[in-house]
């Protein structure tokens, strides 16, 4: 069982820059791949980047590419996305996850841990 909490959120103009957190509790997260979504009113969730367990490879959606960066700290068990240059299309709630898997999944059905999420506005 693994537990997933998310921060960060805020409020921001377009162009500047923020960063979300995902602690992990319970088993490790390291063995874990791990994932961004997001969700904008009226819309489903979609997938915005992954890191895979064991090489920390790397998986992005066309939307994002080059403007936001996933990473993890398995020493603090705590999963991060840095997003510059932020755009009011990125507007949503943001959500972390987990699954015991060793690919990249895209889709939400690829996940078995979500966390609540954090909402992040971006005004133009």
């Avoid at 009226?42 to 959606?61: H, L, P």
């Avoid at 990125?90 to 841990?113: N, Q, S």
Wanted: aromatic share 10%; hydrophobic share 35%; proline share 2%.
């Amino acid at each position: 069982q693994v537990q997933l909490v998310e921060s960060g959120g805020g409020l921001v103009q377009a162009g500047t820059s923020l960063r979300l957190s995902c602690a992990a509790s319970g088993r490790t997260s390291s063995t874990y791949t791990m994932a961004w979504f997001r969700q904008a009113p009226g819309k489903e969730r979609e997938f915005v980047a992954a890191i895979r367990s064991g090489d920390d490879f790397t998986g992005y959606a066309d939307s994002v590419k080059g403007r936001f960066t996933i990473s993890r700290d398995n020493a603090k068990n705590t999963m991060y996305l840095q997003m510059n240059n932020l755009k009011p299309e990125d507007t949503a709630v943001y959500y972390c996850a987990a699954a015991p898997r060793l690919t990249i999944a895209t889709t939400t059905v690829g996940y078995v841990y979500w966390g609540q999420g954090t909402q992040v506005t971006v005004s133009s």
